[in-house]
């Protein structure tokens, strides 16, 4: 044997005891990666059901949104509307003060002192 042959014998050795040396970690890593492609494929066949009930939700909680829009703009008219209400009637007893109240007053104060006069009159002091 040569030297260039026992260097080549050894070296052999040397790369044998190499692989032998991680070989081990290798399958431990092959053996990791099995349960993450594992995982992954029954995290996958649940998400389904998950994205199917997540969908019908998302879209009930749209139609009870819609529903809500709604009955806002259901009150706004109506507030609107008793707004409008309210002001028509501060302006029709503005109004009824103005033309009915001056004259009813005055109407009331001269049968008063008509009804006054004629007590009076009558003798009886009251």
Known sequence: ??????????????????????ARPLLKLA??????RLVV?????????????LRGTVTAANSEIEKVGVITEDASR???????VARNAAELTTLFRATVGG????????????????????????
């Open 41 to 53: 494929r029954d995290f996958g066949h649940s998400l389904v059901p998950i994205m199917t009930e």
């Open 31 to 36: 053996r990791v990666l099995e349960e993450v």
């Open 103 to 126: 004259p009813l007053v005055k109407v009331a104060a001269f049968s008063y002192g008509l009804r006054s006069a004629t007590r009076r009159g009558k003798g009886g002091d009251r």
């Open 1 to 22: 044997m040569t030297v260039g042959g026992i260097a080549g014998l050894l070296a052999a050795v040397a790369a044998l005891l190499l692989v032998a040396f991680l």
């Open 78 to 84: 109506v507030t609107a509307n008793a707004t409008t």
